[in-house]
């Protein structure tokens, strides 16, 4: 019978077999590039959980700041080994690149996209007691409202060419139908401003409003995305009243350009496996999101579709950011 130190170190030794050579002796690291704490912040912690026994350790290095174009950059900046990955996000793949003048990185150039992670949709709410009011219960009524009166209403957004004032802007060209935009500095004060009753409706993140929904706090009216989601089934979409409409959010993962391809496969199969696992899964879906592995390829054409989108929603805005 083995002394326990040796089974232990054979434990140990097989687990290392199982590991690519290159995961063996400097851990993976991902680049969040948001606070700690957030959605992305917690999926990301939530993924490299669930791929050590196949990358080996991964760290999570929080570089926040610029709407995460200071962590995206450092990502491009990175060494092209496969040992550093970014997260790419609705914002620096998809607005950003529109939104300001110059950033620290060629959205297109500059990465390899590996998988995307999740897509979390967004929905469209409005303060219950304004919707008792004003006698708005579905999306049609708050356009039929908005109609007849041009101007009465308004809605909040976490900031000038943020996803909720994108989304408000493309609702009202979408309608036919006037509101005042009022931003604020960050989606925490914009949610808060319409519980309080400051502004009629935003286009929020379903994970950040799910809970005054369920409250009664808000009442919503539809989802963003075009199929309904699996965790509100009884709410409708934008696109049932405006056809075409969908705008969500999403984020996922890329390594530096450079990178061997060989690398992208072996992190794109450890992803993506991790992600189709029913305990991520359902971790997930406590954070309303839902998981969207792809191959790299696809990943790649889906931000260039993204891009493409948000050029038109950030001109037809008129948002800037010097």
């Excluded at 991902?30 to 196949?54: M, N």
């Excluded at 609705?90 to 990465?111: C, E, M, R």
């Excluded at 965790?231 to 979409?237: E, F």
């Amino acid at each position: 019978m083995f002394p326990r130190r040796h089974l232990l170190a054979l434990v140990a030794a097989a687990s290392l077999v199982a590991l690519p050579t290159w995961a063996q002796t400097n851990p993976v690291r991902i680049i969040v590039p948001f606070a700690a704490g957030g959605p992305i912040d917690v999926t990301a912690r939530v993924l490299a959980e669930a791929v050590k026994d196949t990358l080996g350790t991964v760290i999570i290095e929080n570089r926040a700041g610029a709407g995460g174009n200071i962590g995206v950059g450092a990502a491009a900046r990175s060494a092209p080994d496969g040992m550093t990955l970014g997260i790419a996000t609705t914002a620096s793949h998809g607005i950003n690149p529109w939104l300001f003048k110059q950033l620290p990185y060629d959205p297109v150039k500059d990465f390899a996209p590996v998988t995307q992670m999740l897509r979390v949709p967004n929905v469209l709410v409005i303060n219950a007691e304004t919707a008792q009011r004003l006698r708005i219960n579905t999306v049609a009524d708050l356009i039929a409202y908005a109609k007849a009166n041009p101007g009465r209403l308004n809605y909040g957004s976490g900031g000038n060419g943020s996803a909720g004032h994108l989304a408000g802007e493309l609702f009202k060209n979408q309608a036919g139908i006037f509101a005042v935009h009022i931003p604020y500095n960050g989606g925490a004060p914009a949610q808060t401003a319409l519980l309080g009753g400051q502004v009629d409706f935003n286009f929020d993140n379903l994970a950040t409003a799910a809970a005054n929904i369920r409250s009664g706090r808000l009442k919503a009216l539809a989802v963003t995305t075009t199929q309904r989601s699996a965790v509100m089934p009884d709410v409708p979409t934008v696109a049932d009243t405006l056809p075409g409409f969908e705008i969500d959010t999403w984020w996922g993962l890329v390594v530096p350009a450079a990178t061997p391809a060989e690398r992208v496969n072996q992190l794109n199969t450890a992803f993506t496996q991790a992600l189709n696992t029913p305990a991520v899964r359902e971790r997930f879906a406590t954070l309303m999101a839902e998981p969207a592995p792809t191959t790299p390829q696809a990943f790649g054409e889906f931000m260039n579709r993204e891009r493409a989108k948000y050029e038109r929603m950030v001109k037809l805005s008129g948002a800037k950011v010097d």
